[in-house]
């Protein structure tokens, strides 16, 4: 594997080390970019820039390797993605009132893993679906609805024509990547006239993440750069987004999802009743998201 360096988005040099590496390479595989495994603490060098805020990881593998990694990955969350998916969709609708009312809403979610949150947004007044998911095993657990419009690559520029969507999502993507600036500049480029892009990822200085210190879930291999509200507008903002709405998002799932993220008690989460594990429990993890329009 190979690791190149990874400067700021804004081009500073100034920067603190947040935590030094931890990571065991004879261990790394695609089992550990999978999401919702079982994590350990693993992280690259984390620093935060003087200048901006922005917090990221640094020196970072490759990006041959990262989607050789994420092509093998594991598809590990068959009863978390219903949930995420109404969660995100509502988000998402709520935006849908910004797009021009003549027409049939385009729309396409990059990383879009078993295609749960597409297949959610058939019934909202969604006409035409995309996906591009890099995961063999997430799109092979795709309903027949769905994987036919799941790309099953890595997203990169020149994937889509210009102006092929009216709505571009993703999902806890923005983190993995080691171009975000580059990611957001082709999202306004597929998108339509007064298109929107809504974007969900990690809040770095949330109060759980500022608690748990290098023990938070957002310190993590697969991580290369971790924003706030201020760092995530601004990445939209400099790629000539006009920002529309900006938020915490209150997620929810079963509460044995919760108790498996909760050190003390994790260990006894299998062990309660199932009826009681399968309580849907809603709450803010610490998660922010972005919506942006293209004028």
């Known amino acids: 594997m190979e690791l190149i360096d990874n400067r700021c988005l804004c081009g500073a040099e100034d920067s603190r080390v947040l935590f030094p590496e931890r990571i065991d390479w004879s261990q790394v595989s695609a089992y550990e970019f999978s999401a919702r495994r079982r994590r ?13 805020g922005l917090v990221r990881s640094d020196p970072v593998l490759s990006d041959a390797d990262l989607a050789a ?10 009863q978390e993605s219903g949930f995420a998916a109404r969660t995100y969709a509502a988000l998402v609708t709520r935006y849908l009132a910004l797009l021009p009312a003549a027409g049939q809403v385009r729309l396409v979610e990059i990383g879009c893993g078993n295609g749960a949150f ?8 969604v006409h035409t679906l995309g996906g591009v998911e890099p995961s063999v095993q997430a799109v092979a657990h795709a309903s027949e609805r769905v994987r036919s419009a799941i ?3 890595c997203f990169c520029p020149g994937l889509f024509s210009p102006e092929t969507f009216d709505v571009v999502c993703a999902f806890h993507v923005l983190d993995h990547l080691r171009a975000p600036g580059e990611f957001v500049r082709e999202c306004f480029r597929i998108l339509r006239k007064r298109g929107i892009m809504v974007l ?18 957002v310190f993590d291999v697969e991580h290369i750069f971790l924003f706030n509200s201020a760092t995530l ?24 999802y919760w108790l498996r993220y909760a050190p003390i008690v994790q260990g006894f989460a299998g062990r309660l009743p199932l009826p009681i594990q399968r309580i849907p429990v809603t709450m803010y993890a610490g998660n922010i998201y972005l919506c942006a329009q293209k004028e």
Do not use: K, W
């Not at 990694?69 to 068959?78: A, M």
């Open 118 to 125: 597409l297949e959610e947004m058939l019934g909202r007044g």
């Open 233 to 256: 507008r601004s990445v939209a903002e400099s790629c000539g987004f006009i920002l529309r709405g900006e938020g915490r998002v209150r997620n929810t799932y079963p509460l044995s």
């Open 200 to 217: 969900i990822c990690h809040d770095v200085d949330a109060l759980v993440n500022r608690v748990s210190g290098e023990y938070s879930p």
């Open 69 to 78: 990694l994420y092509r093998g990955s594991q598809f590990l969350y068959q």
């Open 151 to 153: 790309v099953n690559r």
């Open 40 to 52: 350990r603490v693993q992280h690259y060098r984390l620093l935060r820039c003087n200048a901006c």
